[in-house]
């Protein structure tokens, strides 16, 4: 069963990265003041130099070329469990949802088109079906999805190799199966005037 696999560009991935830094760097900053107030001094110092050790080991790991980024979403639990040591459950908490929140924006969105449907398999995963569309165009590594609700999604595509010609007949077929009009079977008889 032929299927194609779309990965589109997330073009947002440096905003998303320097926002990450920057609550990152509050987090620093705040840890840095509270080792001036005793009952917090020794949870700072903890979180300080958790925190440094996982950005070396991070910096090692990406010139080693095993990781493709200093930051990762496991980051944000350090400072979330330097907020919860010290008690504080509603800035802790908050760095797990930035954390989460972080993962999922820098996900792949990527697209299945299937027989049956198209699948985002990313999250929010979405089941479309073909026939919510009235076309779907792959040029110059832009995908276009025109949808009968007259909304439509462009975006760019990652390289990936997808042959244009071969993927934009297997969506015309598919868009052709379920677009077959519904014509009513003549019986013979004569209806009722």
Known sequence: MQQFEIILKNDK?????????????????????LLFYEPYRYSSIAFLIAFLLYLLLRQYLFRKGHVN?????????????????MHNFVIGIGCVVMGLLYKLSLQEIKFVFGHENII?????????????LNNVILKD??????????????????????NEI???????????KTNIPVVPINTGSKPDQ
């Open 13 to 33: 991935v440096k905003l998303y990265r320097t926002i990450a830094k920057i609550f990152l760097v509050l987090n620093f900053t705040a840890f840095i003041f």
């Open 69 to 85: 980024n200093i930051l990762d979403e496991f980051v944000f639990f350090i400072p979330a469990a330097g907020w919860l040591g």
């Open 120 to 132: 985002k398999v990313n999250f929010p995963k979405k089941i479309l079906d073909w026939n919510l």
């Open 141 to 162: 590594n832009i995908l276009t999805l025109d949808f009968k609700n007259n909304k439509l999604l462009q975006a760019e595509i990652e390289k990936n190799g997808i």
């Open 166 to 176: 071969d993927f934009n007949s297997f969506a015309k077929l598919r868009i052709n």
